[in-house]
Each structure stands twice: as C-alpha cells, then as structure tokens.
C-alpha cells in the first residue's frame, strides 16, 4: 500500500515519540496509550501503524541501530587506516549519538536484560547482523595477517563497550562524585577518550618498537592529547 507522505511523517513521528519515552520511562513503563497521547492520535490511529509494542520497539530499534552501525562498519573496514584512527572515529560516533541521547545505552542494557530473545531476534530481523559480522570478519582478517595484535572478538567488545558506556552508565553517580567544581560531563568525555584509544590501542595494536624492543604506550597530556612514549 502507497502511503500519504503526511502518512510518512506521522510514522515517523510515532517512532520518533516511542523512541523518547522507551528511552525516559523504559520499555515496560511505556504503553501505547502513552505513545499516542504524546503524539496526539488516537489508538486505532496508532494501531494501523503499529499493532503491537513489540512491533513499535522493533521499529525503534530500527532507528537506534541504523544510525550507528553502518557508519562504526565504514569506518572499521578502512583498513588502510591506522587502528588508532579508526578507533577514535568509533568513539566520536558513539559519543554523538550518547550525547544526544544520554538514556540510550542504559535502555539498551536494561532490554538486555528484559527480553535478550526479542532484542536478538530484532537484530536478525533487522539485518544488522550482516553489519556486525562484516566488522567481525575484518578485525580477524586484519589479525591473521599479522596487522593487529590476534585478541578474542569477545575480549575485543567487552573492553571498547565497557570503555565506552560506563561513564554514561554511572553518569547520575559520577556527576555527584567525580566531576570537579565548575567541570561537565562534556569535559569530562573530551579527558576521557584518550584513554579510550589507549587500552584499545595496546590491546589491538601488533607490538612496534622505539628501539629497544619495548612496546611504545601513550600518555595523557593536559590538553587531551597524547604522546607515544617507551616503556
């Protein structure tokens, strides 16, 4: 069925509303009532569009994971470009998108958590795990060829997701405890993510040398910087 393009933009709003209280309420806590209050349809308008939540969460879902997965897949396979870039570019595509939406990686441990099932078979049917095994096979190949240190993909992914989402995690926490006064969160990503590169860094990186057959590590500079240095 053809649809209106005032069709197009009412579902795009639906998503776009459903997506905003999944993220502020949670999955569970969030029902169609509320979806089509907050848009400003009825239920049977919401209905033709999407018959159950579940439908509405594979749909948000949808939203969530298309505008971050292709882009990590790009930037992962340019292989002519050194790990460290390609990490930084990862971590910056994260970082955007955890900005804007500081509830997201909480509601995507929280569905975890929930309903694995739905969420895999969301993944599945979504195609996004064609995305994830392309980055998968790549990170191998680059490994048997001796490019990148040979790492489990498992110890790969816990180790950058945790990096990643733990300060968001704890963000209600760590703003009471860990933030200076007159600092914000923002700052405090900008000092964090040199860090970031350098576990990653170390932990993918085929050791090199600065001449004394030690691997070369980096530090912290006030600025945010980094500096390569041998241990």
């Not at 703003?175 to 993918?204: C, R, S, V």
């Amino acid at each position: 069925m053809t649809r209106h393009p005032s069709n197009e933009n009412l579902e795009t709003k639906i998503i776009r509303t459903a997506q905003q209280l999944f993220l502020e309420k949670g999955f569970v806590e969030t029902s169609m009532s509320d979806i089509a209050a907050t848009v400003g349809i009825n239920r049977p308008t919401l209905h033709y569009y999407f018959r159950t939540k579940d439908k509405m969460f594979r749909a948000v879902f949808r939203n969530i994971v298309s505008a971050i997965i292709p882009e990590v897949q790009d930037i992962v396979l340019q292989q002519e470009s050194p790990i460290q870039e390609r990490i930084s570019k990862v971590t910056d595509a994260y970082f955007r998108i955890f900005t804007a939406q500081p509830s997201l990686p909480f509601f995507l441990m929280r569905e975890m958590q929930r309903d694995a099932n739905l969420l895999l078979a969301t993944i599945s049917e979504l195609a996004q795990e064609l995305h994830l095994k392309k980055i998968a096979r790549s990170l191998q190949k680059e490994m048997e060829s001796g490019k990148l240190k040979a790492v489990p993909l498992p110890f790969v992914f816990y180790t950058f997701y945790g990096l990643l989402t733990f300060p968001f995690l704890s963000k209600p926490i760590s703003a009471q405890l860990i933030l200076q006064k007159g600092e914000n969160f923002d700052q405090l990503l900008k000092q964090w993510k040199p860090y970031i590169l350098m576990h990653m860094t170390n932990l993918l990186s085929a050791e090199k040398t600065g001449g004394h057959g030690m691997p070369l590590r980096f530090d912290r500079q006030t600025d945010g910087s980094q500096r390569g240095r041998q241990e």
